[in-house]
């Protein structure tokens, strides 16, 4: 779920307009983080969830044990570590059920496919760092949306980049300023195996 959409729902939830200053009050951030966050599209995080709630004493997450409709339960691939850095080898395809609550899933919709896989590396920090769990919205054949985080296959190794398409190249793009930009053109374009969009990260606690 976007900082936009979190808005919206307190809003409704308390029967009162919330707006970004506000907002940005009960997470104990800057007006201006909140701002550039929207503008980025950022994902609200599991605690920033938790704090809104004691906040404004409303209810987002419910018990993930029950059948309520704002939980779906997502395969969790433990074993699998898509790689933030310079690719890692798919090594196991072991798979438990997670109760994941919808609101951290962004744009959710019941026709669409997730699950949940672990990040490795440091070349998306800030956004994702090392033993965060990412949502994965499975490829339907949709195109590239420029500037979105993906994870995708290529050499036979995973990656979780930004990706960006230009006529007959994709750009794969980090968030950490150390990595370079790099290309995929001409015939290896064909090579790359789109898997699924980022639609949700859960920050790792350690």
Not at 34 to 49: A, G, P, W, Y
Not at 88 to 99: A, G, N, W
Request: glycine share 6%; charged share 20%; hydrophobic share 35%.
């Amino acid at each position: 779920m976007r900082l936009d959409e979190l808005i919206t729902i307190i809003s409704q939830k308390t029967g009162n307009y919330i707006n970004q200053s506000m907002l940005a009050e009960s997470l104990g951030i800057t007006r201006q983080t909140v701002s550039n966050r929207i503008k980025n599209e950022s994902q609200v995080t599991v605690s920033e969830l938790k704090k809104i709630e004691s906040y404004y004493g409303i209810s987002l997450f419910t018990d993930l044990s029950s059948a309520d409709e704002n939980v779906i339960h997502m395969d969790y691939y433990t074993d699998i570590f898509a790689s933030c850095g310079a690719g890692s080898i798919l090594f196991s395809e072991e798979k438990i059920k997670l109760p994941v609550s919808t609101l951290l899933i962004g744009g959710f919709s019941k026709q669409k496919t997730y699950s949940m896989i672990n990040a490795a590396g440091d070349s998306m920090s800030p956004t994702i760092d090392n033993g965060d769990r990412l949502i994965v919205e499975h490829w339907n054949g949709a195109q590239i949306q420029d500037n979105k985080i993906y994870v995708f296959c290529f050499n036979n190794e995973f990656f979780v980049k930004r990706l960006s398409k230009n006529l007959d190249e994709i750009i794969i793009k980090s968030d950490n300023p150390e990595y370079k930009v790099k290309t995929i053109n001409g015939t290896t374009v064909n090579e790359l195996m789109l898997i699924g969009k980022i639609v949700g990260i859960i920050k790792s606690l350690a």
